[in-house]
């Protein structure tokens, strides 16, 4: 496997690990069931990183040696901390921005006032 492929089915299959374990978190939220996101999101890594490079080495005809099972366990776990890193990030920068925009326009009101 080439680093270009890596990081291609990487980056996909992060994304796609990401939108699946926020819909199966919403699915047991609405459920009122309690759930560990990071139980939920290896479950989807080990499915989405697993078998969609196996996928792919079906596709390109890429054989099956022991580089390449190690190079498919390996992307099970990349997928799975992209995943986590990169929708925790974003979630956790729109709370940040949620918290600092009432304090800017407060900010705001009160030099409006003074003048």
Not at 23 to 28: R, V
Not at 49 to 70: C, K
Request: with cysteine; proline share 2%.
């Amino acid at each position: 496997m080439t680093v270009t492929l890596f990081a291609t089915i990487l980056t996909i299959g992060a994304m796609v690990n990401a939108l699946l374990t926020e819909a199966i978190k919403k699915m047991y939220e609405n459920d009122h069931k309690e759930y560990s996101a990071n139980v939920v999101a290896l479950a989807d890594a080990i499915i989405v990183g697993g078998l969609g490079t196996a996928a792919v080495y079906m596709l390109l005809g890429i054989p099956w040696t022991v580089n390449n099972v190690i190079c498919l366990l390996i992307m099970t776990v990349a997928v799975w901390v992209a995943s986590m890193v990169g929708y925790d990030k974003v979630l956790q920068l729109a709370k940040q921005v949620e918290v600092i925009t009432p304090i800017v326009k407060q900010a705001d009101e009160s030099e409006d006032k003074e003048k």
